[in-house]
């Protein structure tokens, strides 16, 4: 047997970088031999499919099986028959036999960073080859020694299989005949650095439950999906010119079942459908769905990009869910987070013992504040790896809008850092050259493969142009969250209303920039969690003032030009700040005052879709304008929304608990307009004061540059909704 020793001993401890080199059938100096990896075999027979047989003999002890065959190599196939030491046979296709799998057109697309459909070409896939059922394992580790597949075929032992590496692009495949979905698996690694990490597959569809951490071969079996017709409209939708009103959802706390289980997203489709539709919410976003391995991380530590949280049931039963609330005409959105990933041995972090998906130095490639670790956006594999998720999520699951998680912290080197902590760009500013690209190229790809998706920042500075076009050097988004609004909104509505005069400004600034982007409104997650307390909490006053304070922050949220977006919990007025680990307070929203709350967020948002005022020019400044913005000292507000052909809408808000009669506003034409809303009605849980007859009659008294006047009762601490005379 012509292999030295040393070799030998590579091969059986699994510290050769290139076992294909000497396993499988090999040509020496005395003509072909065949050489493969049986553990715990007895005898070993090869057979042929011409009907040639050779036994082979055992060259080591640890499973190294050898014969030779001359000059002549037997054409064909070859099986192993296998006597096993625990009295057991079995006949194996050898995977050292196979070529090479991967085409070098996938490899050098992936290379190039250019790859749309990684999810075909990674990871693990079953496949027949040479008429044996088996699966392809891939995955990219530039930098290691030897990278080989564990799981439970061969007892998560990492010497059965090691892997082909692919030079030069760095990424290791194998086949291996015999194995198929649903059986478990890791890449034991030989990195860079020679230690050895059991890591999980960064491209795997599907995962363990929490705290396993081992990846899992996935079925095959197409989900008949049932929403053809949602996905044509979807591509035909004008969605900047639709109501947006989204439920913020986190699918561990939402709603959970006897003693404190997860639910399933089947068990999830039908309550939250129900919900939704009751509430008049037009899209659900969720909380990031890919695996991650602390749940107290809300999903934004993310360590498998391309498989869905397991908590909660497998893949096709998540497509479910989906399926589900296109049937109910509700949109999907899913925060993605491509900003950071956790430290956790078994994921990401030094994968190939080297930074291989994070920049090397820590100046850029580590979040301290967060614990979390930067991807590397110069690398091309760590880019495609990136959009490659994204488009998975878009194409598998038929996703309708991803929101990108911590936008600003990518688009900053010296985000949370200290001077001396960050390394300025080539040009020698702050700003991630590199980050800025790459968002500029997920956003564009997006919108050139899948019509009528909706792109979504999460970003909380003045960065310009989120919402501007790539091609005129902006990041290419759709929307982007306003956190000044969110913030401003709730300062001023946690003042004292008889401080507010002082603060008037927090509640009208948005208006001097509400046309620089297209925005979200959020009254989002990260405002009643750690020790912020619920939005109830953040209200003035005595109980029924805090309620009548929310009901007025919804409708002024309706009534402001921007998308919606409520947290979960919102709608019943939870009293007690999220929590991940439990339920929402669901018992809360039986109580007579909190039904009346949810009525009225059901109604105002029914409002907002049935009036095209409401929504249809939200990101046009001819859609709105003030009609009163300056009574600091009653803390009213008052404003005009509009659209062309359609009736305009009065939105009053009384910011303070003090009943205002008769209150006069400017009006657009005299005549009989329409009480739509009132959040002060008993219905609502309300007083009963305002207007609470169904017209209220302007005179053509002028006011100010107005030509009539309207004389309006103002309930304490309400909105009013108001259509003008047709």
């Given at each position: 047997?012509?292999?030295?020793h ?16 000497h ?13 493969t ?46 006597n096993?030491g625990?009295?057991?046979q ?36 079953q496949?027949?080859v040479?008429?044996?059922?088996g ?19 061969n ?18 495949e194998i ?5 198929g ?25 599907e995962?363990?439950?929490?705290p396993?951490?081992a ?5 095959d ?22 109501p ?7 699918p ?27 509430c ?26 391309y ?13 479910y869910l989906?399926?589900?609330l ?11 987070v491509?900003?950071?990933?956790p ?8 994968f190939d ?14 979040h301290?504040?967060?614990?979390t670790?930067i ?9 495609n790896?990136l ?11 038929h996703?309708?809008?991803?929101r ?18 960050w ?28 019509a009528?998706v909706v792109?979504?920042?999460e ?6 142009g ?16 306003n ?13 004292d ?23 979200i409104?959020?009254l ?30 919804y409708?002024?949220?309706v009534?402001?030009?921007?998308r919606?977006?409520?947290?979960q919990g ?28 949810c009525r ?12 095209p ?10 859609g709105?304008?003030?009609v ?6 009653e ?22 608990p ?15 307009w329409?009480v739509?809303?009132?959040s002060?009605?008993?219905r ?13 009659a302007s ?17 304490p601490?309400s ?6 005379p047709?």
């Amino acid at each position: 047997m012509p292999l030295d020793h040393a070799t030998i001993n590579d091969v059986a401890c699994a510290r050769c970088g290139d076992p294909f080199a000497h396993l499988g059938l090999q040509e020496s100096a005395s003509g072909w031999e065949l050489r493969t990896l049986l553990r715990g075999a007895v005898t070993v027979t090869a057979h042929w499919p011409s009907g040639a047989s050779m036994s082979l003999a055992c060259a080591h002890d640890c499973g190294l099986w050898w014969g030779a065959l001359g000059d002549l190599r037997p054409e064909g196939a070859y099986l192993l028959k296998v006597n096993w030491g625990d009295g057991s046979q079995s006949e194996v296709a050898d995977p050292f036999a196979f070529w090479p799998q991967l085409a070098d057109f996938d490899l050098e697309r992936f290379h190039a960073g250019q790859h749309h459909h990684l999810e075909q070409f990674m990871g693990s896939r079953q496949a027949v080859v040479d008429g044996c059922p088996g699966v392809r394992f891939a995955v990219w580790a530039p930098q290691a020694r030897r990278v080989c597949v564990m799981g439970d075929w061969n007892g998560f032992d990492g010497r059965y299989h090691p892997m082909r590496c692919r030079h030069p692009y760095g990424v290791w495949e194998i086949f291996i005949p015999g194995i198929g979905a649903g059986e478990r698996y890791k890449y034991e690694i030989l990195g860079a650095d020679g230690r050895v990490e059991a890591k999980a597959d960064p491209f795997a569809r599907e995962c363990e439950i929490p705290p396993a951490t081992a990846s899992i071969i996935p079925a095959d079996e197409p989900y008949q999906w049932q929403d053809d017709a949602w996905m044509q409209r979807r591509a035909a939708n004008d969605w900047q010119h639709r109501p947006m009103a989204i439920y913020e959802v986190h699918p561990g706390s939402w709603q959970r079942g006897e003693e404190n289980r997860h639910l399933s997203w089947e068990e999830l489709a039908q309550r939250l459908v129900e919900h939704c539709q009751a509430c008049h919410f037009t899209h659900v976003e969720f909380l990031p769905l890919s695996a991650h391995p602390y749940e107290g991380s809300w999903g934004y530590q993310v360590s498998g990009y391309y498989a869905p949280n397991s908590r909660h049931g497998s893949p096709a039963q998540l497509k479910y869910l989906i399926d589900r609330l296109h049937a109910a005409g509700i949109g999907v959105i899913v925060d993605f987070v491509p900003a950071h990933f956790p430290k956790d041995g078994f994921a990401l972090g030094r994968f190939d013992g080297s930074p291989c998906f994070e920049y090397a130095d820590p100046r850029e490639g580590e979040h301290r504040e967060w614990g979390t670790l930067i991807f590397n956006y110069k690398r091309n594999e760590v880019r495609n790896f990136l959009l490659g998720s994204a488009l998975f999520w878009l194409r598998e699951f038929h996703v309708d809008g991803l929101r990108v998680d911590a936008v600003s912290a990518m688009l900053y080197r010296n985000y949370d850092r200290r001077e001396g902590e960050w390394i300025p760009n080539v040009e020698g500013g702050n700003a991630n050259l590199e980050a800025v690209s790459f968002l500029q190229e997920l956003n564009g790809t997006v919108h050139h493969l899948f019509a009528g998706v909706v792109m979504c920042a999460e970003e909380s500075t003045a960065w310009q142009g989120t919402t501007a076009p790539t091609e005129w050097q902006g990041l290419g988004f759709d929307l982007k969250w306003n956190m000044g609004w969110m913030h401003d909104t709730l300062r001023y509505l946690a003042e004292d209303p008889l401080m507010r005069a002082g603060v008037h400004d927090r509640i009208t600034f948005h208006q001097w920039y509400a046309y620089d982007e297209r925005w979200i409104l959020p009254l989002s997650h990260d405002e009643v969690v750690h020790g912020k307390g619920s939005l109830l909490d953040k209200m003035r006053g005595d109980y029924g003032q805090r309620l009548a304070s929310l009901r007025l922050l919804y409708g002024y949220q309706v009534g402001v030009p921007g998308r919606k977006l409520l947290f979960q919990g919102a709608e019943i007025g939870q009293g007690r700040e999220w929590a991940w680990a439990r339920s929402l307070d669901w018992h809360e929203g039986e109580y007579p005052e909190r039904a009346a709350l949810c009525r009225w967020l059901g109604e105002a948002l029914a409002l907002y879709a049935a009036e095209p005022a409401l929504h249809a020019a939200d990101d046009s400044r001819e859609g709105f304008q003030w009609v009163d913005c300056e009574n600091a000292r009653e803390s009213i507000l008052a404003f005009m929304r509009k659209a062309p052909g359609q009736r305009d809408v009065l939105v009053v808000c009384n910011f303070t608990p003090v009943a205002r009669h008769a209150y006069p506003l400017g009006a657009s034409r005299a005549g009989a307009w329409e009480v739509l809303l009132n959040s002060d009605d008993q219905r609502f849980g309300g007083s009963g004061q305002g207007a609470s007859m169904m017209v209220v009659a302007s005179t053509d008294e002028r006011l100010g540059s107005w030509p009539a006047t309207l004389r309006l009762p103002l309930a304490p601490l309400s909105v009013t909704f108001l259509a003008s005379p047709e």
